[in-house]
Nanobody, 121 residues
Framework: QVPLVESGGGLVQAGGSLRLSCAASIRTFSRYAMGWFRQAPGKEREFVAA????????RYADSVKGRFTASRENVKNTVYLQMNSLKPEDTAIYYC??????????????RGQGTQVTVSS
């Protein structure tokens, strides 16, 4: 069973919105901080957002601050990324990840296979 499965990606015009979901089959989901990363063609992986175990705190990359919102529902083992005011430079494959550390999301235990987000100008 795949630990993390992303969904919700697609093609959207600039200025539009998408909501990504990440369904976890991790038994101890509520013990993990969850995060989102993205990788565009020819570019390095980039941190996007993180949310604490309880969901009471979030942090974001400067490039998405004010436009993206991370949330989670522990009862559903799901984390979300609401993306508004999308820009062409947001085009990338988006991955969710589960980490023991909210501040060290790059040291994750699990990562999904990703969902493609394409923003047309």
């Amino acid at each position: 069973q795949v630990p993390l499965v992303e969904s919700g990606g697609g093609l959207v015009q600039a200025g539009g919105s998408l909501r990504l979901s990440c369904a976890a089959s991790i038994r101890t989901f509520s013990r993990y901080a969850m995060g989102w990363f993205r990788q565009a063609p020819g570019k390095e992986r980039e941190f996007v957002a993180a949310i604490t175990r309880s969901g009471d705190s979030t942090r974001y990359a400067d490039s998405v601050k004010g436009r993206f919102t991370a949330s989670r529902e522990n009862v559903k083992n799901t984390v979300y990324l609401q993306m508004n005011s999308l820009k062409p430079e947001d085009t990338a494959i988006y991955y969710c990840a589960a980490s023991p550390s909210y501040y060290l999301m790059s040291q994750y235990d699990y990562r999904g296979q990703g969902t493609q987000v394409t923003v047309s100008s």
